[in-house]
């Protein structure tokens, strides 16, 4: 089955700086790839996807890169604040199928 | 409803004991999935249902586990003689129409714990 490593398991950043995390995947055949957002105690919720066909895409502050090649691909916030402090999850769907593969998750602290 | 809804939030059940979690799932919306996070993880996959059917179980663990969805609205998965082990947040989430690549929207979960 689908293997989704995540990296790293917690980022503490400065206000204002940049966060990166990064997934790796097993399965070459997969082609969607979500990223969410869950605050403690909370659900999880959908932040930006992408699709196979596109190697990178933005929204504001938020922007995801895939490298089908290299069977990875990353989230970028930029101008982070502390209301960006939450744990997020990478996930991944592969051709054929309906279910969703998730990474561990990675620990985002903003500090003020 | 607003969004997917889940009940109860918390239950407590003793070890050996039957419970029953409830999904709600956004109006409309005929795909509906469960998952179970335990503490520290990423959501694990379950089962999906596609109108009334399950349209894959792969990710149950054991017979211990089923769902239901008789209307193809409201879901209930269903644990016979708990164990200590199926502790976790179960999740449950629907999409507008299951097909691949599509949004899934997760409810706030119950929180399961086998004492």
């Known amino acids: 089955g689908e293997n989704v490593e995540q990296h790293p398991s917690t980022l503490s950043v400065q206000e204002g700086d940049s966060a990166v995390i990064k997934c790796t995947y097993s399965?070459?055949?997969?082609?969607?790839f979500p990223w969410y957002k869950q605050e403690l105690g909370k659900r999880p919720q959908l932040i930006i996807d992408i699709r196979s066909n596109v190697g990178e895409k933005k929204d504001q502050r938020i922007a995801v890169t895939l490298n089908k090649t290299a069977k990875h691909f990353s989230l970028h916030i930029t101008e982070t604040q502390p209301e960006d402090s939450a744990v997020y999850f990478c996930a991944v769907s592969g051709a054929g199928s309906y279910q969703l593969t998730f990474g561990k998750g990675t620990k985002l602290s903003v500090i003020p | 409803g607003a969004g997917v809804s889940q009940t109860p939030s918390n239950k407590v059940t003793e070890k050996g004991k039957y419970v029953e979690l409830r999904c709600d799932p956004i109006?409309?919306?005929?795909?509906l999935y469960w998952y179970r996070q335990s503490l520290g993880q990423g959501p694990e996959f379950l089962i999906y249902?596609?109108?009334?059917?399950?349209?894959?179980d792969s990710g149950l663990p054991n017979d211990r586990f089923f769902a239901v969805r008789p209307e193809g609205s409201v879901s209930t998965l269903k644990i016979q003689r708990t164990e200590r082990g199926d502790s976790a947040v179960y999740l449950c989430?629907?999409?507008?129409?299951?097909?691949?690549?599509?949004?899934?929207?997760f409810g706030q979960g119950t929180r399961l714990t086998v004492v």
């Open positions: 989430a629907s999409s507008l129409q299951g097909g691949m690549n599509t949004e899934a929207f």
């Open positions: 399965d070459s055949a997969s082609n969607y």
């Open positions: 109006s409309g919306h005929t795909a």
């Open positions: 249902f596609q109108g009334t059917g399950a349209a894959d």
